[in-house]
């Protein structure tokens, strides 16, 4: 029976989880106008304005907490073409909540969600961050939704210095070094493509013994010029300044329907090991063109990647054989007792919320999307037990701090931390491959190569 449900999970997850990172501006119904805002308590003073030392200065000390409350927002989009990644998603936030008041709360508070719908609409969601920072005047954005809406609100939530944790997409604005001052408050979790490539690099390099990685002796990098692109070569060329490997680029359009050249540079200098830098489409016209070229290469690939039905198509058209085979990574796996038993407390959590809401109970228990907004509430909660248990003032300040030094378990995935200002999101990530025969279920399958592991454990495997 769990084997059986691990599959399913497994398909569920490669099917949809990956879409949170690729959520792209489109047109939207307009929305309504932005309602009033509720009765959330007044904030406190505000503190000197500005720093000149990196010191961080929020607008206020602490606002969103009263004796019975801590109030958070988003402004995920549960209307229209979105509605079904932003309803389940919001779903899975507020069981998150719901088994944390239940359990007592933060000192007997309750954490309450107030949420507008921006239709996936940038202008829309700037709007409704304010009203939830300024009229409902929340504690933290939490679960913060969508690639436009996040963008174009990241500077607004450091200029105020209100904590963000959790963004449903993979941004490099996200991405954060040394983070300093205001700039601290940006808590991102699920992968950033700036992150990633810097693991799919450690993972090509590092030995084959046990799975750990390829043992590439001679690198080459395809890299798409769009968001997706620049965001894993960067990633690539940052941890490439601690690797002695050799490493050839080539650029392609992510429009075009013909890689050749590039391939034929790559195959032509040796190289054992590519790495794509790309999304699914331009990725199916890379693995063409190395089929046409005759390129023995294995292949190496993000997260966002990780579709069974799509690889399972390159092995169906000879894209990917025995001896060119396709491996990507994973933030999440229930493949291992530790990630069934937390896909079991995220179900006994889902469960309870549905029943309370006039759900069946097993509405989400396969939707990636909700598991995504599980996670987001989860890390929130997870924070606010960590500064109950310091005995430190429930403030902005001491949550921050609490976030810093902290190291965070990701249910049903690895572990994060947002120590010395670094906003790198999950960098501990598995890696998979396709099967090259249909299994038990009939279908392609992606099969486990090595569990989530740590970056610092991966390079740590490269000596």
């Known amino acids: 029976m769990k084997k059986t449900l691990a599959l399913i999970l497994a398909m569920a997850l490669c099917l949809s989880l990956a879409a949170c990172s690729g959520l792209t501006n489109s047109p939207a119904d307009t929305p309504s106008e932005a309602p009033a805002g509720s009765d959330a308590p007044a904030a406190s003073e505000a503190p000197d304005s500005g720093s000149s030392d990196g010191a961080y200065t929020p607008f206020v000390d602490v606002q969103g907490v009263d004796d019975s409350t801590i109030y958070v927002g988003n402004t995920a989009a549960t209307t229209g073409s979105y509605a079904t990644v932003g309803v389940p998603f919001n779903a899975g936030l507020e069981a998150a909540f719901k088994a944390y008041n239940d359990n007592g709360g933060f000192q007997s508070k309750s954490i309450e969600l107030i949420h507008y719908d921006d239709g996936f609409d940038a202008a829309q969601g700037l709007t409704y961050t304010k009203t939830l920072v300024e009229t409902d005047k929340v504690f933290a954005i939490v679960g913060h939704f969508g690639t436009n809406t996040v963008a174009a609100t990241l500077d607004y939530l450091k200029e105020m210095g209100i904590p963000m944790v959790y963004a449903a997409t993979g941004i490099e604005d996200l991405y954060q070094e040394g983070a300093t001052g205001n700039d601290k408050v940006i808590y991102p979790v699920q992968p950033i493509y700036n992150s990633e490539g810097r693991v799919l690099l450690a993972r090509a390099v590092a030995p084959a013994d046990d799975g750990i990685g390829l043992g590439a002796t001679k690198i080459g990098v395809i890299a798409t010029t769009d968001d997706a692109g620049t965001g894993l070569v960067y990633g690539v060329k940052k941890q490439a300044e601690t690797l002695d490997v050799e490493i050839i680029y080539q650029d392609v359009d992510a429009a075009a329907t013909d890689y050749s050249a590039a391939v034929n540079v790559l195959k032509n200098n040796g190289c054992d090991v590519v790495i794509a830098c790309m999304n699914q489409v331009p990725l199916a016209t890379l693995m063409a063109s190395m089929r046409d070229a005759d390129y023995n290469a294995d292949v190496i690939t993000s997260y966002v990647n990780a579709s069974a039905v799509t690889l399972g198509a390159f092995v169906e058209n000879g894209s990917v054989t025995a001896e060119r085979r396709v491996y990507s990574t994973a933030w999440l796996d229930t493949s291992t007792e530790a990630g069934m038993n937390d896909y079991l407390t995220f179900y006994g959590a889902m469960n309870a919320w549905e029943l309370e809401n006039g759900g069946s109970g097993d509405d989400y228990a396969l939707n990636s999307y909700a598991m995504a907004g599980y996670i987001a509430g989860n890390i929130f909660v997870q924070a606010l037990t960590a500064l109950d248990e310091s005995g430190l003032e429930l403030n902005w300040a001491n949550f921050n ?34 099967s090259l025969e249909p299994g038990e279920s009939g279908y392609y399958e992606l099969q486990l190569v090595s569990p989530i592991m740590p970056l610092d454990d991966v390079l740590a495997a490269i000596g």
């Open 401 to 434: 701090d609490i976030m810093e030094s902290t190291e965070f378990h990701l249910p049903m995935g690895g572990t994060i931390n947002f120590a010395n200002g670094d906003r790198l999101a999950v960098t501990s990530l598995a890696l998979n491959t396709i």
